[in-house]
Nanobody
């Protein structure tokens, strides 16, 4: 069974930084394209960054230049370094495959709150 466990969220001031982690199990992590998604209250979940199995990355325009996605295949872990945080970055952040696979359940996510 695939498990995705996100961690590293918290409360941070505008302009601050956080690094999120996602521990994956039950999949051959190194072969899978992965992504970080977020969902703010009243909004749809959106993809903010993705990384291929070969570590090619893409970003949503809203986070380009501020967020960095990376992966450690030896540790089956996905990361998201978030810098220059803004209030509009506040959301629950999730990791998942990119594109998402319907048979993999979403994790609990990790809350990021940016205070102004």
């Amino acid at each position: 069974q695939v498990q995705l466990v996100e961690s590293g969220g918290g409360l941070v001031q505008v302009g601050g930084s956080l690094k999120l982690s996602c521990a994956a199990s039950g999949i051959i992590f190194r072969n899978v394209n992965m992504g970080w998604y977020r969902q703010a209250p009243g909004k749809q979940r959106e993809l903010v960054a993705s990384i291929t199995s070969r570590s090619s990355t893409t970003y949503a325009d809203s986070v380009e230049g501020r967020f960095t996605i990376s992966r450690d295949n030896a540790k089956n872990t996905l990361y998201l370094q978030m810098n220059s945080l803004k209030p509009e970055d506040s959301a629950v952040y999730y990791c998942h495959t990119a594109p998402t696979l319907p048979y993999i359940h979403w994790g609990q996510g990790t809350q990021v709150t940016v205070s102004s």
